[in-house]
């Protein structure tokens, strides 16, 4: 299997965010309800410092691996592609929320989710999503073509 | 020459080369200006429109 440094830079980067998110969401919508508890501002920390801490660790062991680092044309243009689709994912992410946020004061639809705990994990979710999509899609194109 | 020797010469990255030659990435003018001249070949003589 042919696998480039980016390639190998972009699955570490998916594991990693699936990870340690799905570890979080996992945690959070345990006990099955639309807009669990905030999570502290020490888990909060603590998660972003563990994502940066494995993600630094990962990408230098592929770094170190690859060694060639070259980005060029090719890469570029996945990337723009890949961007595009996440701007995609959190747009209607946002227009969602906002939609939701009018419906539940006019018609008190699902005012659960507009709350500041269903805010702030639905954007969470939203922003997982998003960087999700941004690296599938980096990996099928390298992978299929483009 | 070489995958490599050829990415290398023309500023692209080996899985470019190998995109190119599979036919799953078409290449910028410049590249494939650049691919031809170090054959020294036309454009037309490596690349094909389908």
């Known amino acids: 299997m042919n696998i480039s440094y980016k390639e190998g830079g972009l699955l570490v980067s998916l594991a990693t965010t699936l990870g340690l998110f799905g570890w979080y969401f996992f945690e959070a919508f345990n006990g099955l309800q639309l807009a669990p508890d905030l999570p502290s501002f020490t888990k909060i920390i603590g998660l972003i410092v563990l994502l940066i801490v494995f993600e ?4 230098a062991s592929i770094a170190v691996i690859f060694r060639s680092k070259v980005e060029d044309e090719r890469d570029r243009l996945i990337t723009r592609i890949s961007y595009r689709n996440s701007y995609w994912i959190i747009s209607g992410g946002v227009w ?4 939701q946020l009018i419906l539940s004061e006019q018609f008190d639809y699902m005012s659960e989710l507009v709350t500041p705990n269903g805010i702030f994990h639905f954007l969470l979710l939203t922003f997982l999503i998003a960087e999700t999509t941004n690296f599938l899609t980096q990996l099928y194109h390298y992978r299929k073509g483009v | ?12 990255t080996r899985q ?5 030659e599979k036919g799953k990435y078409s290449p910028s003018l410049e590249v494939a200006f650049k691919i031809a001249d170090i054959f ?3 454009v037309e003589t490596i690349f094909e429109y389908k």
């Open chain 1, 96 to 99: 969602f929320l906002l939609i």
């Open chain 1, 56 to 59: 630094s660790i990962l990408q």
């Open chain 2, 40 to 42: 020294s070949v036309s």
């Open chain 2, 16 to 20: 470019t080369i190998i995109a190119i």
């Open chain 2, 1 to 12: 020459m070489s995958q490599q020797k050829l990415a290398d010469e023309i500023g692209v």
